[in-house]
């Protein structure tokens, strides 16, 4: 047992009046005539006795009223065990979770205002001499260092809800940074949370004491709009597209007769209704046209009440007008290629001769297809190349008696494998890679004995493990006879056999027109349509060819900086580095260049999701002795949390106490007539 206010114990020097009162009885004798003494001795003997013996009970009541008394003062309490020594400066870590989860209500009260009470409570419960560090979900510079009582409580009023998401294992690290850099044992840590599941687990240091506080908000339903996507790959203008939308209930109600919205351009394009069980989701699909090209701003909204953060889900998606395609033939156009592509609204195709073959045809181009070329001339390979390179799809499918020298100079040149020999063994493939991006998403379900195309003539390609060949198509003698090749920031993809009947059955088979059609689609730079603020993935946009030293810039709302830029071939990732607090839309523009780009950022959904860990859930979890939970379901956090350091006070049972003893002596004196 240990006292918070010691210095009260010299009052115990006044137990030394009653004992003083008791030895010198200062009544005066009274003489009293008595008619017979014959019994006066023996009656004088009796009530003697038991007058010491009331007069001793007194003073010990009087004596213990007085102690406790003065130990309430003291306010004596048993050291909490989890805390370590009780001495000496102490070093006090108090993470306080600002996440959007934390605005639920308990017994009419947020629950970050309860937290930042008890935070206070914590500061105000230590000395003066204490140093204090403040941690939230936002991870600001200020927050690292320790600082006195009255700075800290400062920190803790301008703490506001954030959109940030931590896991308890950063948070831990964090704590155990900043408390480590001092040399004192009294190293003490608060975790002040709702304690999402989704948040993890904390990394236990023994050489600190930890208290988790979990702060529990009275029951309730949240639906939100998990995630969004196009069924298609490619949006194209005037062409109707596919919005799948994942709604998630994680409550525990059903949601009956909700509403979606779509607004496109902050026009309302499309509505529908849902509804959802308890702890599950749906999948709902929005179909609307696309009629304004380039960029398309696009939210998604329902209604839910109270947690309305993850209500809003924000698009930003480039409308291409056509895809185009480029084809090089060597003396006439492929009937094939033509059939596939001339002629189709969502296609802008182009086909030339390798002898009028322009360099600055290739600019723009989704696909480049090399048509039964003779040869390669070295302008038309270096031009090929630099397209590859800087992102282009190329696919090349050979003449008869080509020359193989020259393609093969031009294979090398984009590492693909060479030109080995011509073989006229008929032979049918193999099978499809279906884990290609080209197949990945074409069928549903593969038959067991599919129809696969037979190839009559065909050329043969070394096998080389430096390629880096991707096969796509492969024949029953194992050898291949589509395959991909990356190369640069593009793909280089190489048939086996003219588009020829005579060569193989690969032009009129079921499995031609979706390869051409998403070796084309997948040249398509569509980017992600969405990013979630707080998310380490990196903003992907084009890298702009443009003189001098020249940066993005991302603008919004109040707010405009520079982000992080790092350029990787022709794209260019920018970081943002938490820099945005807000979701909505963004603009990326390159100084001074007049064109910018869209950005569309979430809250994260990972604070949508209301399950979470009780105070029975996390001593299952931390059975160290370092660890202690604090059960605050059933009161006042802060009530609560301002005696964890002090440990069990025993001030109220010392009042208690002294008034029993004081209740004795008043009985003692009234009562017990001697």
């Known amino acids: 047992m240990q006292f918070l206010f010691p210095f009260f114990l010299f009052a115990l020097a006044a137990l030394a009046i009653p004992i003083i009162i008791h030895l010198f009885n200062f009544r005066r004798y009274k003489t009293v005539y008595f008619s017979n003494v014959q019994f006066l001795k023996e009656v004088k003997e009796e009530t003697s006795s038991r007058s010491r013996l009331k007069h001793l009970l007194v003073l010990i009541s009087r004596l213990l009223a007085i ?125 002040l949370s709702d304690f999402q599941k989704n948040m993890g687990a904390l990394n236990i240091d023994s050489a600190l004491a930890y208290n988790l506080v979990p702060l529990a908000a ?80 696009a939210e998604l909204q329902i209604q839910d009440y109270p947690i309305t953060y993850d209500d809003n889900y924000f698009l930003a998606f480039n409308v291409i007008e056509k895809i185009k395609v480029l084809a090089v033939n060597e003396n006439r156009s492929n009937q094939f290629l ?41 302008p038309l390979a270096a031009s090929i190349n630099s397209y590859v390179t800087e992102g282009g799809s190329v696919a090349g499918f050979p003449a008869d008696k080509c020359d193989i020298e020259s393609y093969n100079r031009f294979l090398n040149n984009l590492q693909a494998n060479s030109i080995a020999g011509f073989s006229e063994t008929q032979q049918d493939l193999a099978g499809i890679n279906l884990q290609q991006n080209i197949f990945k998403d074409v069928f549903e379900r593969i038959p067991e004995n599919m129809n696969l195309p037979r190839a009559k003539k065909y050329y043969q390609y070394t096998r080389s493990t430096a390629s880096n060949e991707e096969t796509i198509l492969t024949l029953k003698d194992g050898t291949s006879f589509f395959s991909r090749y990356p190369h640069g920031s593009g793909s280089l993809y190489v048939c086996g056999s003219p588009l020829d009947q005579a060569f193989s059955d690969l032009p009129v088979h079921a499995i031609f027109v979706p390869m051409l059609y998403k070796m084309a689609l997948l040249n398509v730079r569509s980017g992600n349509i969405s990013y979630f603020i707080g998310d380490k993935t990196r903003v992907e946009v084009d890298a702009k060819k443009v003189s001098g030293e020249k940066v993005y810039k991302i ?41 910018t780009d869209l950005l569309a950022l979430n809250f994260d959904r990972k604070e949508s999701d209301m399950k979470f860990q009780n105070a029975s859930q996390l001593k299952e979890q931390y059975p160290e002795l370092n660890v202690n939970v604090v059960n605050g379901a059933n009161a006042e956090v802060a009530t609560v949390v301002k005696e964890l350091d002090r440990g069990t006070p025993l001030w109220k049972l010392c009042l208690m106490l002294t008034l029993l003893f004081l209740a004795i002596e008043i009985a003692l004196l009234r009562f017990w007539k001697v």
């Open 338 to 378: 033509d059939a596939l592509f001339k002629d189709q609204p969502e296609f802008d195709y182009t086909s030339t001769l390798a002898s009028v073959f322009d360099a600055n045809a290739l600019k723009g181009n989704q696909l480049v297809v090399l048509n039964n070329l003779k040869s390669i001339s070295s």
């Open 218 to 297: 009275d029951a309730q339903a949240n639906v939100y709009i998990d995630t969004v996507w196009f069924n298609e790959p490619v949006q194209l203008l005037n062409q109707q597209t596919q919005l799948i939308v994942k709604i998630s209930n994680s409550g525990e109600k059903a949601i009956e007769n909700n509403r979606l919205v779509l607004k496109l351009n902050s026009q309302t394009k499309a509505m529908a209704d849902f509804s959802v069980e308890p702890n599950s989701f749906i999948y709902d699909t929005m179909s609307f046209v696309l009629n304004q090209a380039n960029w398309n701003k």
């Open 555 to 595: 603008t919004g709302d109040n707010v405009e900086f520079i982000p992080e830029q790092l350029t990787i071939g022709n794209k260019m990732l920018l970081g943002l580095n938490e820099q945005i607090k807000k979701a909505g839309f963004y603009r990326i523009g390159l100084e001074n260049s007049g064109s």
């Open 67 to 191: 102690a406790f008394l003065v130990f309430a003062f003291a306010q004596p309490f048993i050291p909490n065990k989890h805390n370590g020594a009780s001495t000496g400066r102490k070093y006090v870590s108090v993470y306080v979770d600002n996440s959007f989860s934390m605005s639920a209500v308990s017994d009419g009260k947020n629950l970050f205002d309860k937290a930042k009470l008890a935070a206070k409570e914590i500061a105000s419960n230590y000395s003066a001499d204490d140093q204090f560090q403040l941690l939230s979900n936002d991870f600001e510079g200020k927050h690292q260092r320790l600082v006195g009582k009255e700075e800290f409580i400062s920190m803790v009023d301008e703490l506001e809800i954030s959109p940030a998401v931590r896991k308890l294992s950063e948070i831990s690290k964090r704590q155990k940074d900043a408390l480590s850099r001092e040399n004192g044992k009294n190293q003490i840590a608060y975790l």
